[in-house]
């Protein structure tokens, strides 16, 4: 695989790279927003990793949209009434990252499973991460980054955004706490997750 396309929600005034062959990855119900909707045309696979019930209780729109889709719909668990739905990787990630719980967003889950796929290159769009609701996730999506660089991964980000694309070997490694649990997979709660400490 040469190319995995990482697309967020963000606004960006940039134009959307060029799909060509590369994969084209997508979250939640960001293809239901008519703004950004044409930014995830060509789309190969969708993430959403939050139970059934959270989405159909939080985006009414998103639970229908995933279930006529016919590219593999991440999940943590195969849901009958989504054909697409599709078992998330995790024995894969953990064999490659065992023992991480470096994990604030979905973005940490989809930069995890692009990087176990050894692509050349991975390309992130709309992932801004400035406003202060999504600070906490800035230092664990920086460290996945760097874990793709670290294995001469191609890193490239076609938004302004808070996530820096140069290796850095001296970054520090999250130190995350047991009492810190791993979004979506245990939790959606954002004070239960780690938060900027360092190590």
Not at 65 to 73: A, D, G, H, M, S
Not at 141 to 167: C, D, F, H, K, P
Request: with cysteine; charged share 15%.
């Amino acid at each position: 695989m040469h190319t995995v396309q990482v697309f967020g929600g963000a606004p960006s005034n940039n134009p959307v790279p060029v799909q060509g062959d590369a994969e084209r990855w997508g979250l939640n119900n960001l293809a239901c927003d008519k703004r950004i909707a044409a930014r995830f045309r060509g789309a190969t696979r969708w993430f959403d990793l939050h139970s059934s019930e959270h989405i159909q209780a939080r985006r009414l729109n998103a639970y229908p949209w995933l279930c006529r889709q016919t590219i593999p719909v991440y999940r943590w668990a195969i849901d009958a009434q989504m054909p697409m739905s599709t078992v998330y990787p995790l024995g894969a990630v953990a064999t490659v990252f065992p023992g991480c719980r470096i994990f604030t967003s979905t973005l940490d889950w989809m930069l995890a499973a692009a990087i176990v796929l050894e692509p050349k290159r991975i390309e992130l769009f709309g992932w801004r991460m400035h406003h202060p609701q999504y600070r906490h996730q800035v230092t664990s999506g920086q460290w996945w980054v760097n874990q793709a660089l670290s294995r001469g991964i191609e890193v490239v980000n076609y938004s302004r955004s808070a996530l820096v694309m140069t290796y850095n070997p001296t970054l520090p490694t999250p130190l995350v706490l047991p009492t810190h649990l791993m979004y979506g997979l245990e939790t959606t709660d954002r004070s239960k997750l780690y938060h900027a400490v360092s190590r």
